[in-house]
């Protein structure tokens, strides 16, 4: 069934919630303690990941989405069963490029196998 969820940033969305009355109730309730799905994926912070520093790398950035615009200008590309943005970068140079502007924009990043 469908319900007029009443969400904590103040919008109330219809819902499908499944399972006995009892189960309904008890989603209902612990859905109204958070955000509707709207503003929850607007508030998600991008987070950008670089596996490795290599030649022809690529970064990837999961919740992109409030900044998918900026994102799809330099060049990245969104997976739909990743549900992650990627971009191919070719060079060191292009590497360098892309941190130098995801550390201005003060974005996440999380470097893996960094070479110390
Ligand atoms: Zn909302």
């Given amino acids: 069934m469908r319900y007029a969820v009443s969400y904590k940033c103040g919008h109330t969305a219809m819902t499908a919630v499944l399972g006995s009355e009892e ?51 330099r060049g990245y590309c969104f997976g739909t069963v990743t549900r992650s943005w990627t971009k191919n970068l070719a060079t060191a140079d292009e590497v360098e490029f892309e941190l130098l502007w995801i550390g201005e924009r003060g974005f996440e990043l999380q470097e893996l196998g960094k070479e110390r």
């Fill in 23 to 73: 189960s309904r109730n008890k989603r209902i309730a612990q859905l109204e303690t958070g955000d509707c799905s709207r503003c929850w994926t607007a508030n998600q912070l991008p987070q950008f990941t670089l596996p490795t520093r290599a030649k022809g790398c690529r970064i990837y950035v999961k919740h992109g989405f409030a900044i998918r615009e900026d994102l799809r200008a």
